[in-house]
């Protein structure tokens, strides 16, 4: 009974550490997504600025 519950306390560790690392790679991926978002977000105000920004160092 004692190895049997060894057994079923390391598998579940296991399954902790595991699922640990799952979370931390999906928590990784959000912040690179949200960073990937930041850097779009901010060349789309360039590309919408750079016109406005070209007439007026022409003048």
Do not use: C, Q
């Not at 640990?20 to 850097?39: E, R």
């Amino acid at each position: 009974m004692m190895r049997l519950r060894a057994f079923l306390a390391a598998r579940a560790e296991a399954l902790e550490v595991l699922l640990g690392l799952a979370l931390m790679t999906v928590g990784v991926g959000m912040v690179h997504v949200g960073a990937a978002l930041i850097v779009a977000g901010a060349g789309l105000l360039v590309l919408a600025a750079w016109p406005t920004w070209l007439a007026r160092r022409r003048r």
